[in-house]
């Protein structure tokens, strides 16, 4: 906390001359971003249904992971590009 | 606050020994001039003082501004400059002490110490808010409307004033009536008050004495009265609640405000007729008190804006939207709104509506990668000139898993809560700061600048949240694939 400012005055000045905020992801980019994400997880699970089933389900486990982590960045671009900023 | 016992001498020893190194300096200075300007308005009355002074003591730098009782109740914005200078100069307040001088007192601290015999011009300008009420309290549809300020006459000082004036003015050279104080031959010879056009001038007053003490304002003050047309609505916003929430994912900042809206002229006399309503309309000659529409200046680059009310969508609205412009430029652009109600508001009714828009992040938000410290300045309110804001509540809310979270507000707020907020896709809940504010006036118009961080991984909390549901998901699809349900082999 010693780097933050501490006074109004100082806050004040401080906000003038840091950087503009810049996101991770360009806004722009959100929706195109969200409709490969989440196009790439109902791929991904659709061939998850098709996966033979056995024992060690290695194969599903992996498929599963980056279905679901893909999934996870899409459904909050979604969310992004349809105006519900979260 | 209930003292312990051990604490009540020393706060008694204490509290004697710094009241008499004030009274000790009441005669650091004089006033050789005091000239007092009430701009009379709707629901606020702007007042400027411009106090001459001259040091008796060597190295003086604090003076002592002295508001009444009456006078500091309404008042909701004091700020003290040096004459033909822009920077406002340091002002502690002392609260009202019962025992001692029935004033309240506002130290100024000078920029520069004062040798004996130097001259300062100090100019305070306050804001009064609820001074004003509407007198005949009650209005037909197409009457007049007329306004009566109440006031405290004369301005009190802790030094020897040797001649003050106070001019009272009304908007329009259409002033109804005024008091005519009595009694004040000690400082006075000529005619106490004076009407010319829209301004009714009192005094000089000359050779008064130090006046910040209860029995000079029970023998001497006096209270006057002024009855002047007000061709404007006197617009009052009851209760104002606003919301920010910011958002980096979306690089979004939303802000929306309840707004509970009342015209605090006239009330109504009879019933509305629609039919005089619209005949006024018609000729372009609506009675003064009454408030048909709004127009709002908002942020510059703002999106997506909605104006709600209980019964749903109002679209009588026109939004004109000025380009963005970077984060804490000097500009003076903004979006105009123009916003009808869905009645046109007579004296003495309300409208609640809701209010609210998005805007870019990066206009009001900045972020130093050296010390991971995001800063975001949130305005107050959005001024309507001439309005007062009776409560108003600003909560800000921030992305989930901010921590060290700083709130700087431009003036003091009467309380300052922490919560959680909890919406889409949270899983901890985001912090939120509430802040409440009492009678704002059009001068209220700063930045509340908040500090916080935000790293990476808290960043992806969001993300992780979600994956992990879907894993979850994948999980039971697994599991459930193994399972046999088929009745017959």
Partial sequence: MSDSPTTYAAVKHFHKVVPAFTPYVPVGLLSYLAFILLTATFGLAFYFTTLSKSTIPTREAMVAIVASALGGFGVVALFCSVGVCV | ?489
């Fill in chain 2, 1 to 489: 606050m209930v003292l312990p016992s051990w604490l009540r001498l020393p706060a008694i020893l204490f509290a004697t020994i710094s009241w008499s190194l004030v009274s000790a300096s009441t005669h650091s200075f004089e006033n050789t001039a005091i000239v007092r300007t009430v701009d009379l308005g709707g629901s606020l009355v702007h007042v400027t003082t411009t106090y001459a002074i001259r040091a008796l003591d060597n190295g003086v730098n604090r003076y002592i501004v002295s508001l009444g009782e009456n006078e500091a109740r309404s008042t909701s914005w004091f700020e003290a400059k040096l004459k033909g200078q822009n920077e406002p100069l340091s002002v502690t307040t002392r609260p009202l002490d019962p025992t001692s001088d029935g004033t309240h007192s506002y130290v100024v601290e000078l920029p520069k110490p004062l040798s004996v015999n130097g001259t300062v011009n100090l100019v305070v300008e306050t804001v009064l808010t609820h001074a004003t009420y509407p007198w005949p309290k009650k209005a037909a549809q197409k009457d007049d409307q007329s306004l009566k300020y109440e006031g405290d006459l004369l301005v009190l000082s802790p030094y020897k004033t040797w001649t003050q004036r106070i001019k009272v003015r009304a908007p329009a050279p259409r002033i109804i009536s005024y008091t005519t104080p009595d009694s004040l031959d000690e400082f006075t010879t000529d005619q106490v008050a004076t009407k010319s056009g829209a301004t009714v001038t009192y005094g000089p007053f000359s050779n008064i004495p130090p006046s910040a003490s209860t029995a000079f304002i029970g023998k001497h003050q006096r209270h006057v009265v002024v009855h002047y047309y007000f061709g404007h609505p006197v617009v009052e916003i009851a209760s104002l609640k606003r919301v920010a929430e910011i958002s980096h994912w979306g690089a979004n900042l939303n802000i929306q405000n309840d707004i509970v809206l009342r015209n605090a002229g006239p009330t109504l006399k009879g019933q509305f007729a629609r039919i005089e309503h619209q005949s006024q309309t018609f000729y372009n000659r609506l009675a003064p008190h009454i408030i048909p529409s709004l127009t709002f200046h908002l942020p510059p680059g703002i999106h997506s804006a909605y104006y709600y009310d209980l019964n749903g969508n109002v679209s009588t609205s026109r939004l004109r939207v000025a380009p963005s412009v970077p984060k804490a430029a000097q500009s003076n652009q903004y979006s105009t709104l123009e916003l009808r109600p869905r009645y046109p508001l007579m004296g003495g009714w309300n409208y609640t509506f809701a209010l609210g828009w998005d805007s870019p992040l990066a206009d009001s938000a900045g972020y130093d990668a050296s010390t991971g410290f995001y800063v975001l300045g949130v305005p107050v309110q959005t001024v309507i000139p001439g309005a007062v804001v009776n409560e108003a509540e600003v909560k800000i809310i921030f992305p989930e898993g901010a921590t060290d979270i700083g709130v700087f507000p431009p003036f003091d707020p009467t309380t300052e809560q922490r919560s959680t907020h909890i919406t889409y896709l949270d899983t901890i809940g985001r912090p939120a700061v509430t802040l409440s504010f009492k009678n704002l006036t059009d001068k209220h118009d700063g930045l509340i600048y908040v500090t916080y961080k935000v790293p990476l991984s808290v960043h992806l909390r969001k993300p992780k949240a979600v994956s992990i549901a879907f894993g979850a998901l994948f999980l039971v699809a697994l599991l459930a694939r193994r399972v046999d349900l088929s009745l017959s082999k």
